[in-house]
């Protein structure tokens, strides 16, 4: 009996090679028995396999049976989402969040009976205040015109845009669907690091090009920038805007390769690279090092592009870095026409663990830093903030909308419009509906003409939505949402509203006038910042000690 406990394990080969056996001496009887004797048989071996490869632990104890568990972890995702997984569980979409967008783009009913499923007195709760007098808003296209007083192209761009997600993430037929959804929408479309692909030109769609530090589509064959080739790439008119990439939620401060195995024809021809080689994104820009130097790269490509709007991106890191690129706008004289700001709860790419999880701001903080720090330099209103990270309903853009962003971008939930199920196996290149993959065969799930029009349709309502919700707070455009307009739960029994929670600091308080002592930590921030580096003037250890403050008198 201790022989048969301790060698149980064994228990699944050993029933294999039994069956195997019986059915062998059961083939004179009838031919049948010969499809369990190769089935069996075929265990056999896979057992035997098990046993001598050195891989698997779980296999060398488990012969055969072992296979079960790895079977189960391959769509463990999808069990938790059609079995295990509530309606407001977020990993990292709820099944809420996603239905809204699977409804709105097929343009099926979007209501829900019975009432609210949140549990409106948790801590984190937000919600809006609205109007006794609502209006009603006729005109859905809302818009904002992106292009300060050096830029001779503005784009007037629609409130709700794709983001970044580049070819070679996305399949041929994704990029073409999304790209001819935002075409027939009216929205706009960012490539991504991976340049403009044959995909993006026949969908037709308007463009936001990013050039990211790989300089994909304007690179010399070094891998450096190309003025030439980013001139005749910007000139396209399909090209509305330039977005330079400094980082992105997903990974900020994390470089990326794709391998040669990977890249096809296509691929190669979209980026610019040589076939057969290790396709590199470096985590920095070669062609700048400090917040001058970006800043004239930004007039170098505003000039190159024929005056386009031209700005960039990044997931906020070190504050003091950021201030750093406001005094350089200042001292140069050299403003970006925007500033896309990416919360590190954004990503559609893979990521290390760490840098997925603990690494860059949540896109509310971010936002609220980055527009108050150009409030304080007295020059937002020159340059215009898009937002990103998990931005899918009328609420997610009108509570961006009144933190400080101008327009909003979402990359994720125009997934979810294509039919992304949230298997999170995008770097498998296994995707099971076709989205994140370069399998010829896989990609034919997505039927372009269909999914094209899901992506429309989700944006058309969605927009419509927003119009509501805009009319429930009293307001004639989604643009004149305030802080205030929201409130939040802080505890239990306490809440505080938008203003308290992300205020908006006084126009020009960091440059003009007397020190507010309630923001001396603002102050000081902006002291220990230079137009001339991203290094710091010194590396406090422990407590950083603030200087004295001048009080007016």
Request: hydrophobic share 40%.
């Given at each position: 009996?201790?022989?048969?406990?301790?060698?149980?394990?064994?228990?699944?080969?050993?029933?294999?090679?039994?069956?195997?056996?019986?059915?062998?001496?059961?083939?004179?009887?009838?031919?049948?028995?010969w499809?369990?004797?190769?089935?069996f048989?075929?265990?056999v071996?896979?057992?035997?396999?098990d046993?001598?490869?050195?891989?698997?632990?779980i296999?060398?104890?488990?012969?055969?049976?072992?296979?079960?568990?790895?079977?189960?972890?391959?769509?463990?995702?999808?069990?938790?989402q059609?079995?295990?997984?509530?309606?407001h569980?977020?990993?990292?979409?709820s099944?809420?969040?996603?239905?809204?967008?699977?409804?709105?783009a097929?343009?099926?009913?979007?209501?829900?009976?019975?009432?609210?499923?949140?549990?409106?007195?948790?801590?984190?709760?937000?919600?809006?205040?609205?109007?006794?007098?609502?209006?009603?808003?006729?005109?859905?296209?809302?818009?904002?015109?992106?292009?300060?007083?050096?830029?001779?192209?503005?784009?007037?761009?629609?409130?709700y845009?794709?983001?970044?997600?580049?070819f070679?993430?996305?399949?041929?037929?994704?990029?073409?669907?999304?790209?001819?959804?935002?075409?027939?929408g009216?929205?706009?479309?960012?490539?991504?690091e991976?340049?403009?692909?044959?995909?993006?030109r026949?969908?037709?769609?308007?463009?936001?090009?990013?050039v990211?530090?790989?300089?994909f589509?304007c690179?010399?064959e070094d891998?450096?920038?190309s003025?030439?080739?980013?001139?005749e790439?910007?000139?396209?008119?399909?090209?509305?805007?330039?977005?330079?990439?400094l980082?992105?939620?997903?990974?900020?401060?994390?470089?990326?390769m794709l391998?040669?195995?990977?890249?096809?024809?296509?691929?190669?021809?979209?980026?610019?690279?040589?076939?057969?080689?290790?396709?590199?994104?470096p985590?920095?820009?070669?062609?700048?090092?400090t917040?001058i130097?970006l800043?004239?790269?930004?007039?170098?490509?505003?000039?190159?592009?024929?005056?386009?709007?031209?700005?960039?991106?990044?997931?906020?890191?070190h504050?003091?870095?950021?201030?750093?690129?406001v005094?350089a706008?200042?001292?140069?004289?050299?403003?970006?026409?925007?500033?896309?700001?990416?919360?590190?709860?954004?990503g559609?790419?893979?990521?290390?663990v760490?840098?997925?999880?603990?690494?860059?701001?949540?896109m509310?903080?971010?936002?609220?830093?980055?527009?108050?720090?150009?409030?304080?330099?007295g020059?937002?209103?020159?340059?215009?903030?898009?937002a990103?990270?998990?931005?899918?309903s009328?609420f997610?853009i009108?509570?961006?909308?009144?933190?400080?962003?101008?327009?909003?971008?979402?990359?994720?939930?125009f997934?979810?419009?294509?039919?992304?199920?949230q298997?999170?196996?995008?770097?498998?290149?296994?995707?099971p509906?076709?989205?994140?993959?370069?399998?010829?065969?896989?990609?034919?799930?997505?039927?372009?003409?269909?999914k094209?029009?899901?992506?429309?349709r989700?944006?058309h309502?969605?927009?419509?939505?927003?119009?509501?919700i805009?009319?429930a707070?009293g307001?004639?455009?989604?643009?004149?949402?305030?802080p205030y307009?929201?409130?939040?739960?802080?505890?239990d029994?306490?809440?505080?509203?938008?203003?308290?929670?992300?205020p908006?600091?006084?126009?020009?308080?960091?440059?003009?006038?007397?020190?507010?002592?309630?923001?001396?930590?603002?102050?000081?921030?902006?002291?220990?910042?230079?137009?001339?580096?991203?290094?710091?003037?010194e590396?406090?250890?422990?407590?950083?000690k603030?200087?004295?403050?001048?009080?007016?008198?």
């Open positions: 009996m201790k022989f048969v406990i301790e060698y149980q394990r064994y228990a699944v080969l050993a029933l294999v090679t039994l069956l195997a056996v019986v059915s062998l001496l059961c083939v004179p009887f009838s031919a049948w028995f499809l369990p004797a190769i089935v048989g075929a265990l071996l896979v057992g035997i396999h046993l001598r490869q050195s891989r698997h632990s296999l060398r104890n488990y012969p055969v049976s072992g296979h079960i568990r790895f079977i189960l972890e391959s769509f463990r995702p999808e069990i938790r059609y079995m295990i997984e509530s309606d569980d977020e990993v990292p979409f099944r809420q969040s996603r239905g809204l967008v699977y409804q709105r097929k343009g099926a009913e979007d209501k829900r009976p019975f009432g609210t499923i949140e549990n409106v007195y948790a801590s984190g709760y937000a919600w809006l205040t609205h109007s006794v007098s609502p209006t009603v808003l006729p005109d859905k296209d809302f818009r904002v015109r992106v292009g300060g007083s050096q830029c001779k192209q503005p784009y007037d761009a629609s409130l845009n794709i983001s970044a997600m580049s070679g993430a996305l399949s041929g037929n994704a990029i073409l669907a999304l790209n001819k959804g935002a075409k027939k009216g929205f706009a479309h960012d490539t991504g991976g340049s403009i692909s044959r995909y993006h026949q969908g037709g769609g308007d463009l936001i090009y990013q990211a530090s790989g300089y589509g690179r010399n891998g450096t920038f003025a030439e080739k980013f001139a790439t910007a000139a396209d008119p399909q090209v509305k805007m330039i977005e330079v990439k980082s992105q939620g997903a990974k900020p401060g994390h470089g990326g391998p040669a195995a990977k890249i096809t024809e296509e691929i190669a021809e979209a980026r610019g690279i040589p076939m057969g080689m290790d396709c590199i994104s985590a920095a820009h070669r062609t700048f090092s917040p130097g800043m004239e790269f930004i007039g170098q490509l505003r000039d190159l592009s024929g005056g386009k709007p031209v700005g960039f991106k990044l997931c906020i890191g504050r003091r870095e950021f201030m750093c690129i005094k706008m200042l001292k140069t004289g050299i403003l970006p026409d925007f500033i896309v700001v990416d919360g590190k709860e954004g559609t790419g893979a990521a290390p760490e840098f997925a999880n603990r690494v860059g701001m949540p509310h903080e971010g936002l609220t830093f980055v527009h108050n720090a150009l409030r304080g330099a020059i937002r209103n020159e340059i215009k903030i898009g990103a990270g998990k931005i899918v009328a997610d009108a509570q961006v909308l009144a933190l400080g962003a101008d327009w909003c971008n979402a990359a994720r939930g997934m979810f419009a294509l039919g992304c199920i298997a999170q196996s995008c770097h498998t290149n296994k995707c509906v076709g989205i994140a993959t370069q399998d010829p065969v896989r990609q034919r799930a997505v039927d372009v003409g269909d094209s029009e899901r992506v429309a989700f944006h309502n969605t927009m419509h939505a927003l119009a509501e805009t009319g707070a307001l004639s455009d989604p643009r004149n949402f305030m307009h929201f409130m939040f739960r802080q505890k029994n306490e809440f505080l509203d938008g203003n308290e929670m992300y908006y600091l006084p126009e020009g308080f960091l440059v003009s006038g007397p020190e507010i002592p309630e923001l001396s930590d603002w102050h000081s921030r902006w002291d220990r910042s230079f137009a001339e580096t991203f290094a710091p003037s590396i406090p250890f422990g407590p950083f603030k200087r004295e403050m001048v009080h007016s008198t």
